[in-house]
């Protein structure tokens, strides 16, 4: 229901009235989270989170036209659409007026962020068992190129970056890790961690429309064994540490902010993290023999700042970590019930599902957040990342890379030839998701990162 505080009135209708608003603020907000969109709760003329970062957003209040000032609302968050007055049912908003935009229809305008992170329209079936031997989706994969990459017909694989060699004017971090990409308007970033310890941290590069690189930079330094990590949908980066009592660092890919530790988050051996914005959770996996499955729930979606750390138990449900600062007992060791794992390691959420990998017998887990269930799906993965068309992309034991369809057919997509013994690291798809990269990494001193181009499945 939309309100007008029209003078005169009474303290307590005004705050009949109030409440009101705030009611309807709050089920907007949660419609629209519901629905799998990203929504903020804020005042209006406060900093946005992610400044400069947000290719489109929409505030949404229905007393802007009322007293405010939309121009000074521009020249603060510059927006490129402005809502001057609506609502937000869902994640549509009707509005009286409107800068012109192409999303509009009939009066109606979508609420929407544009350029967030690379998000699958179809996912893989939730029961069956994966199948392998299938036919590719790609075909077959072709002769070994230049640069030791085996691939099928169409596409091509080039080295971006060289531990120990400068690109872009930076040097390349030793021992690349879990990485992701992030818009950058007409092109993109690529973050990779490096888990050196007490030199870690993380570096970026960014790469113009073209796909030249054209600025390379730290965003994250001197911290521990930066192992994996995850994207947000605010477009921050989140960076593990792997060590005793590690934390996961909050960074700015665009460098434009220092990294700022996220304690809440549980002190432990951290080792990948994924964010699920439907149920607006963080999950985490932990580097540990007997280590644990974690999801941490922000008070507020969008600042990580504080929030309640959960183990997920042997019963199926979520406990809560009474002490996620671990001073005088080890988080997985908090609670009776917790469900152990032999070395968690990366992570990955795509379509309702979090899917995560252990160390110790290489395999690969897909919790269903929709159902509270957990499956074991297969053995011989390491890291794994999700396309838009819904395939699954797995990093092996080996120097290969796995598709796995929708449909649960498991087809090889390219294999690594000249690095015996290295191990794939931080998949991730470009925003538009054309592009695939990826590290190959021999102990704490060699490492190559890799880009993959070509006709990926929309």
């Known amino acids: 229901m939309k309100t007008r505080l029209t003078p005169p009135y009474t303290p307590e209708e005004a705050a009949e009235l109030a409440a009101e608003a705030l009611r309807d603020t709050l089920d907007a907000v949660r419609l629209t989270r519901r629905a799998g969109g990203l929504a903020l ?56 007026v409107a800068s012109p935009c192409h999303s509009c229809r009939c009066g109606r305008l979508a609420w929407h962020l544009e350029g967030g992170p690379t998000m699958s329209h179809k996912t893989l079936l939730r029961t069956g068992p994966l199948l392998p031997g299938g036919a590719s989706p790609y075909g077959p994969l072709g002769l070994q190129g230049a640069v030791g990459l085996t691939l099928p017909s169409g596409f091509t694989g080039r080295v971006v970056a060289r531990s120990g060699h400068k690109v872009a004017g930076l040097t390349w971090h030793a021992a690349p890790d879990g990485g992701a990409c992030f ?25 113009r429309a073209d796909g030249s690189i054209g600025d390379a930079y730290r965003i994250l330094s001197g911290t521990d064994l930066n192992r994996a990590g995850g994207a947000t949908p605010w477009h921050s980066w989140l960076s593990c540490e792997l060590g ?13 902010r220092a990294a700022r530790p996220r304690l809440a988050m549980g002190r432990f051996k951290h080792e990948a993290a994924a964010c699920d914005p439907e149920r607006g959770v963080v999950y985490m996996t932990e580097d540990e023999p007997d280590g644990c499955f974690y999801r941490f729930r922000p008070g507020d979606w969008g600042d990580l700042t504080e929030g309640t750390l959960e183990v997920l138990c042997s019963s199926g449900g979520w406990r809560v970590v009474p002490s996620p600062a671990a001073l005088l007992q080890e988080t997985r060791h908090q609670v009776e019930d917790a469900r152990h794992f032999d070395g968690g390691d990366g992570c990955h959420y795509a379509g309702g599902v979090c899917y995560f990998t252990t160390k110790s017998d290489t395999g690969l887990w897909a919790y269903d957040a929709q159902t509270s269930t957990l499956d074991r799906l297969c053995e011989g993965v390491r890291a794994i990342t999700a396309a838009p068309s819904g395939d699954l992309y797995v990093a092996r034991e080996t120097t290969q890379i796995d598709v796995i369809a929708p449909d649960r057919a498991v087809t090889p997509f390219l294999r690594l030839e000249g690095h015996e013994g290295a191990e794939l690291t931080g998949l991730a798809f470009s925003p538009r998701g054309d592009r695939l990269y990826f590290s190959a990494r021999r102990g704490r001193t060699e490492g190559h990162t890799f880009e993959v181009a070509g006709p990926f499945r929309g």
């Open 41 to 96: 709760c804020r005042d209006v003329f406060g900093r946005l989170r992610g400044l400069g970062q947000w290719a489109a957003a929409l505030p949404v209040d229905g007393n802007i036209g009322n007293g405010g000032d939309p121009a000074a609302l521009l020249r603060t968050q510059r927006h490129r659409h402005l809502m001057i007055e609506g609502r937000a049912p869902g994640v549509c908003a009707e509005f009286d």
């Open 183 to 207: 818009p950058d308007g007409d092109g993109w970033i690529y973050v990779s961690n490096s888990e050196l310890p007490l030199l870690g941290g993380a570096s970026a590069l960014r790469f």
């Open 244 to 256: 005793h009592r590690g934390r996961v660092f909050e960074c700015d890919p665009y460098g434009a």
